[in-house]
């Protein structure tokens, strides 16, 4: 199957930083969501992006789908932004997710 | 918005009890698939289903099985739970590429 990998694996931010998280993946799809898990362990969608770039308040995502990589921005970051953060690719039918990046965020 | 609705947000069964995990959608999905979570190994696929009675294995159904009888529910069974099936355990629902996820489930087999 398909390759996806999530850079970096943990990351400790100070309130009100900027952050990048980055996703990788090894074949061509026809799909991207981002999602963050919450404390609770629910899956929420951030972002469906197969290509381009969209804003969403202080996120925004980019997916280039010829060099097959996708970046999510977190801006001024929040406590509230703690959690892992998942890609997920489809390339058809199925989801292929990466191990996702743990971002802690103190005050 | 779509919503998709686990039965249980916690559970706590016995070795070798038969158990239920139900999944419900509410936006006319094709898609629905059952995920388990556990730390280090990320979301691994365990069974998904294309249209009502039809299922198929992902990477891990050794243990499971599944039943779609109707488009709205999806169910995974753990047909005698062992301690090793002690994980979050996430549904999700798709169309055209666009998966929502339930609250999932945190099952503790004891």
């Known amino acids: 199957g398909i390759q996806v990998e999530q850079s970096p694996p943990d990351l400790i931010l100070q309130e009100g930083a900027n952050s990048t998280l980055r996703c990788n993946f090894s074949?061509?799809?026809?799909?991207l969501q981002w999602f963050h898990q919450n404390p609770w362990g629910q899956l929420i969608n951030l972002f469906y992006?197969?290509?381009g770039t969209k804003q969403n308040g202080r996120l925004s995502a980019t997916t280039v789908a010829t060099e097959r990589y996708s970046l999510l921005y977190i801006s001024s970051s929040q406590t509230t932004d703690s959690g892992v953060y998942f890609c997920a690719v489809e390339p058809s039918n199925q989801f292929y997710f990466g191990t996702g990046t743990s971002l802690t965020v103190i005050p | 918005d779509v919503k998709v609705t686990q039965s249980s947000r916690y559970l706590v069964k016995r070795t070798g009890e038969k158990v239920f995990l139900e999944c419900v959608q509410d936006m006319d999905h094709e898609n629905m698939f059952w995920y388990r979570q556990d730390p280090g190994l990320g979301l691994r696929l365990i069974y998904f289903?294309?249209?009502?009675?039809?299922?198929e294995k992902g990477d891990i159904p050794e243990g499971y099985s599944v039943s779609r009888e109707k488009k709205e529910r999806f169910s995974l069974i753990l047909e005698s739970a062992s301690t090793n099936q002690t994980s979050m355990y996430l549904c999700?629902?798709?169309?055209?590429?666009?998966?929502?996820f339930g609250q999932g489930t945190r099952l503790t087999v004891v």
């Open positions: 999700a629902s798709s169309l055209m590429g666009l998966a929502f």
């Open positions: 289903s294309y249209d009502v009675k039809m299922k």
């Open positions: 992006i197969p290509s």
């Open positions: 074949d061509s799809v026809n799909n």
